[in-house]
C-alpha cells in the first residue's frame, strides 16, 4: 500500500518506490532513527558537493545537475548484514555473490564497509578486483544516471559482493545518492563526449561466470532508462522479484524486463515499457 492506494493503482511505477520508513524501536537499537536520519542528511549535503565536483570536472558549471535533484533528491540509505557462507555451500546455486553483479541506478553511491571484506568492482578488462575495506573512508560507485548524463565517459561502477566464509558477518552501510524520481536525465551537450559511447560499457566483462540473476544488470543487456524513476524501478525489480511478486501482483519480472499483467487481461503478460 501506498498511501492507503492499493500498489497496484500507482502510476507511474515508481511512484511506488516511496513509502513510510520503518524504523527499529528504540528498545532493539536505542536512537536509531535520529541517528540514521542525521547521518541520512549529512550525506546528502556531502553528496551535493561531490556532485558540483563531478560537473566542475566535466567542464560544467557546478550546479549544473541541482535542477535534477529539484526539492527532492531520491536518496536511500540500507544497513545489510551478510552472514558467511559455509564452505561447502560456496558456488552453489547463487550462495557465492551476497550481492551479484550490477550497476547502481542511480548517480553515486557512498559505501561504508567494515573490516571483512568482500567487495569487489569490475576493471574495464573484465577483471574483478577486491575493493579492500580501509578505515574512516567511503569506496564511491558512479551510478547508471551518470553513465547516461555522459554517454559513457564516466562509466558506472559494475560490482558484486562475494560472500565471506569464517565466523564473521560483513556489515556494509550503503547511500545511494539519486535525482528526482521524475527526472529526466538527458545526455551533456559536449561533443568531446558524443563519442564515448555506453551501449556496452563493459565489452570484456565474463558474463559467462555470472551466475543467472545477475547476467540481466550486465553490459549491453542492461538497458538504462532517462527517467530516473524508471531506471530504479527496473533494479528493483531485477534484485527483489520475491517483492514483486507479493506487493504487486499486477507486474512480473522476466529476462531482465518488467511486465505487467494486463487488466482486461488475455491469458498473458505485455511488456512494460517505462515511461
Ligand atoms: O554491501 C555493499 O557493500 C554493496 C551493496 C550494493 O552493491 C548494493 O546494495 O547495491
Ligand atoms: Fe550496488
Same mark, same amino acid.
Given at each position: ?7 497496484? %493503482? ?10 513510510p520508513n520503518?524504523? /527499529?524501536?528504540?528498545?532493539t &537499537?536505542?536512537?536509531?532513527r ?8 549529512k ?7 561531490v556532485?558540483? @565536483? ?9 550546479d ?16 545489510a ?5 559455509? +564452505? $561447502?555451500?560456496m ?11 550490477h550497476t ?9 564497509q ?7 568492482? %569490475?576493471? !574495464?578488462?573484465?577483471n574483478?578486483?577486491?575493493? %579492500? ?9 558512479l551510478?547508471?544516471?551518470?553513465q547516461?548524463?555522459t554517454?559513457? /565517459?564516466?562509466l ?7 560472500? @565471506? ?11 545511494f545518492?539519486?535525482p528526482? %524520481?521524475?527526472a529526466k ?35 549491453a543487456?542492461?538497458?538504462i ?15 527483489h522479484p520475491?517483492?514483486? !511478486?507479493?506487493?504487486? $501482483?499486477? /507486474?512480473? +519480472?522476466a529476462?531482465?524486463t &518488467?511486465?505487467f499483467?494486463?487488466?482486461a ?11
Amino acid at each position: 500500500m501506498i498511501n492507503g492506494r492499493l500498489n497496484h %493503482l500507482v502510476y507511474p511505477l515508481y511512484r511506488r518506490l516511496r513509502g513510510p520508513n520503518q524504523w /527499529l524501536s528504540n528498545e532493539t &537499537i536505542p536512537h536509531f532513527r535520529p541517528i540514521v536520519e542525521n547521518f541520512m542528511l549529512k550525506m546528502s549535503t556531502f553528496s551535493m558537493e561531490v556532485m558540483k @565536483c563531478i560537473a566542475l570536472s566535466l567542464g560544467l558549471s557546478k550546479d549544473y545537475f541541482d535542477s535534477s535533484f529539484g526539492h527532492r533528491p531520491h536518496y536511500q540509505m540500507k544497513v545489510a548484514r551478510y552472514p558467511p557462507v559455509p +564452505e $561447502p555451500e560456496m558456488g552453489g546455486n547463487g550462495s557465492l555473490y551476497g550481492v551479484g553483479p550490477h550497476t547502481d541506478s542511480g548517480y553515486l553511491s557512498f559505501l561504508l564497509q567494515d573490516d571483512v571484506g568482500g567487495l569487489q568492482a %569490475l576493471s !574495464k578488462d573484465g577483471n574483478w578486483i577486491d575493493v %579492500l575495506p580501509r578505515r574512516g573512508t567511503f569506496v564511491v560507485n558512479l551510478g547508471e544516471m551518470l553513465q547516461l548524463a555522459t554517454n559513457g /565517459l564516466y562509466l558506472a561502477t559494475m560490482h558484486r559482493v562475494v560472500n @565471506c566464509q569464517g565466523q564473521k558477518s560483513r556489515y556494509s552501510v550503503p547511500f545511494f545518492f539519486n535525482p528526482r %524520481l521524475d527526472a529526466k536525465v538527458e545526455h551533456i551537450p559536449i561533443t568531446e563526449f558524443s563519442n564515448a559511447g555506453s551501449k556496452d560499457a563493459y565489452p570484456n566483462a565474463p558474463v559467462s561466470n555470472f551466475p543467472v540473476r545477475g547476467n540481466e544488470n550486465c553490459g549491453a543487456r542492461n538497458k538504462i532508462f532517462p527517467i530516473f524513476g524508471d531506471n530504479a524501478f527496473k533494479s528493483f525489480a531485477r534484485s527483489h522479484p520475491q517483492l514483486v !511478486k507479493m506487493h504487486h $501482483p499486477d /507486474l512480473r +519480472e522476466a529476462d531482465g524486463t &518488467i511486465v505487467f499483467r494486463e487488466s482486461a487481461g488475455d491469458n498473458g503478460y505485455v511488456l512494460y515499457f517505462p515511461s
